[in-house]
């Protein structure tokens, strides 16, 4: 009869599991900073908003495949493990973040928060345009939480500099504070209905 050692086969499994989970956030990168909620069954979840209306959508499957063959068994060391959850955590982060985007980019079109740039490059203007169609969020005190911004890191690379120079353009910044100010003043009346609400 063959040894069996399921006590210990199951702690490598969970330690293998609670690897590629944390490889899984990591590669998510900022998408894996966000608060997340497993649900163990159901075919859907359901959006409600403030004002009232709401989005039902089916989970999406995200999956990823190791496959060992028999010849591998005896070579395969921690590392060789790792390498293969390396990259099925690689393809379900890709998996997760283009779902995500396609996810967002469907909702802000259907609620009309979309800003088309026609082909043009980013732009202070463009940039102007998208705060003005975002609900913004400050903190207790007041002050403005600015949103994060996702976009390839090749875009990044070629417009880093000039995004930073928006930093000490009195213009921008002027136009900038006129529109928080006009949502720190929608923010206030959304935080006073909640609160009637709660």
């Known amino acids: 009869m063959i040894p069996?050692?399921?006590r210990e086969k199951e702690k490598i499994?969970?330690?293998w599991n609670k690897y590629l989970i944390a490889k899984n956030q990591e590669l998510l990168g900022f998408f894996g900073t966000l608060p997340a909620h497993m649900n163990h069954e159901g075919h859907q979840w359901a959006l409600n908003r403030a004002d009232g209306t709401g989005d039902n959508q089916p989970y999406h499957?995200?999956?990823?495949?190791?496959?060992?063959?028999?010849?591998?068994?005896?070579?395969?060391?921690?590392d060789k493990i790792r390498e293969k959850l390396d990259k099925i955590a690689d393809?379900?982060?890709?998996?997760?973040?283009?779902?995500?985007?396609?996810?967002?980019?469907?909702?802000?079109?259907?609620?009309?928060?979309?800003?088309?740039?026609?082909?043009?490059?980013?732009s202070q203007g463009l940039f102007l345009q998208m705060l003005k169609k975002?609900?913004?969020?400050?903190?207790?005190?007041g002050n403005w939480n600015p949103p994060t911004i996702v976009m390839h890191p090749d875009l990044w690379e070629a417009k880093k500099?000039?995004?930073k120079s928006w930093e000490?353009?009195?213009?921008?910044?002027?136009?900038?504070k006129g529109i928080i100010e006009k949502k720190k003043e929608e923010w206030r009346d959304r935080e006073n209905n909640r609160k009637l609400v709660d």
């Open 61 to 78: 499957q995200i999956e990823g495949l190791m496959t060992v063959e028999i010849s591998e068994v005896p070579y395969l060391t921690p």
């Open 91 to 122: 393809y379900m982060a890709r998996q997760i973040s283009q779902g995500m985007i396609a996810e967002i980019s469907r909702v802000t079109k259907e609620v009309g928060n979309e800003v088309n740039a026609e082909g043009q490059p980013l």
């Open 134 to 141: 975002m609900d913004l969020d400050f903190d207790e005190n």
């Open 13 to 15: 499994m969970q330690f």
């Open 4 to 6: 069996d050692f399921p």
């Open 168 to 176: 000490t353009d009195n213009e921008f910044l002027s136009k900038q």
């Open 161 to 163: 500099e000039e995004i």
